[in-house]
């Protein structure tokens, strides 16, 4: 099985090492995981304390290796509308297995934080949050999947924490899904918002429609930032995967690979 979402203290709030991490998905039997530490860009404040150094990346990961656990080393880039340049430029850095592209700030703040809340009603809050999703998506070519759609959920500020719901937006959401699956990207289901909001994010509704459409990439994660929490879920989430698409992808080299379960 497989998490390909998750954060050690290469990350800005990863909370364990890479070792540790490893050893925790030997133990959840995993059979191949990807590092996927954030990038991200604050588009009002100084981005230095959100993003790796290629440095503090090596140092963490250049050595590692395990004898049963397949490892892959990729990045959490945060997808602004006009961060072109930096993801083309931290993309080729390194060789990465796989990009992850997240939306984490919408109207210039962090959804996560109350000041993106106040003054919005729930039905707001996601409105500007889908539509800052599909302004993203389609300003950027340097990624492989969309992370944590319906992320806003989870947030802890979130009056609610009721998950957006697909009926309620499925038009922005169908043009989201046509513009990746018109560039070749995919999704995630990242199992985060399980014990935070009750769902996956996205909830499997959203998989069905994306494969409707005509989208195959989908990857499973846990976005754990913690090692208590590497590859909670996945097992469940690769199965839905499995239901609807018939197949579940990791990638190696920024190439999707198709598994059969
Ligand atoms: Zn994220
Ligand atoms: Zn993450």
């Known amino acids: 099985m497989f998490d390909f979402h998750m954060h050690s203290t290469v990350s800005c709030d990863g909370h364990d090492t ?6 925790a998905a ?32 090596e140092a963490g990961y250049g050595h590692l290796t395990d004898d049963q656990v397949k490892l892959r080393f990729g990045m959490e880039f945060g997808l602004l509308s006009n961060n072109q340049p ?28 109350k000041e993106y809340w106040k003054g919005k009603t729930v039905l707001q809050a996601e409105q500007t949050y889908l539509q800052t999703t599909l302004d993203c998506v389609t300003a950027h070519e340097d990624f492989d999947i969309l992370g944590h759609l319906t992320f806003l959920s989870k947030a802890r500020v979130h ?8 009926e309620t937006h499925k038009e922005i959401v169908a043009e989201i899904f046509k513009v990746l699956i018109a560039k070749g990207k995919g999704i995630e289901i990242n199992t985060s918002g399980v014990d935070r909001c009750g769902a996956y994010l996205p909830a499997p509704e959203y998989l069905r429609l994306f494969k409707d459409l005509g989208g195959n990439i989908v990857t499973v994660g846990s976005d754990a930032h913690t090692h208590d929490r ?5 097992f469940e989430a690769c199965r839905i995967v499995q239901d609807i698409f018939g197949h579940v992808c990791t990638f190696e080299n920024r190439q999707p690979i198709f598994h059969k379960l």
């Not at 009056?159 to 697909?166: A, C, D």
């Not at 590497?230 to 996945?234: D, F, I, L, S, W």
């Open 159 to 166: 009056p609610t924490h009721i998950p957006v719901n697909l």
């Open 18 to 23: 890479p070792e540790k991490m490893v050893a």
């Open 86 to 113: 930096l993801l083309a430029q931290r993309s080729r850095e390194r060789n990465y297995d796989f990009i992850i592209g997240s939306v984490h700030f919408a109207d210039n703040v962090d959804v996560y934080f």
């Open 230 to 234: 590497v590859g909670q879920y996945c």
């Open 26 to 57: 030997r133990k959840m039997g995993l059979k191949e995981i990807c590092f996927t530490d954030h990038v991200d860009d604050d588009p009002l404040g100084d981005s230095s304390h959100l993003q790796y150094t290629l440095a503090e990346y």
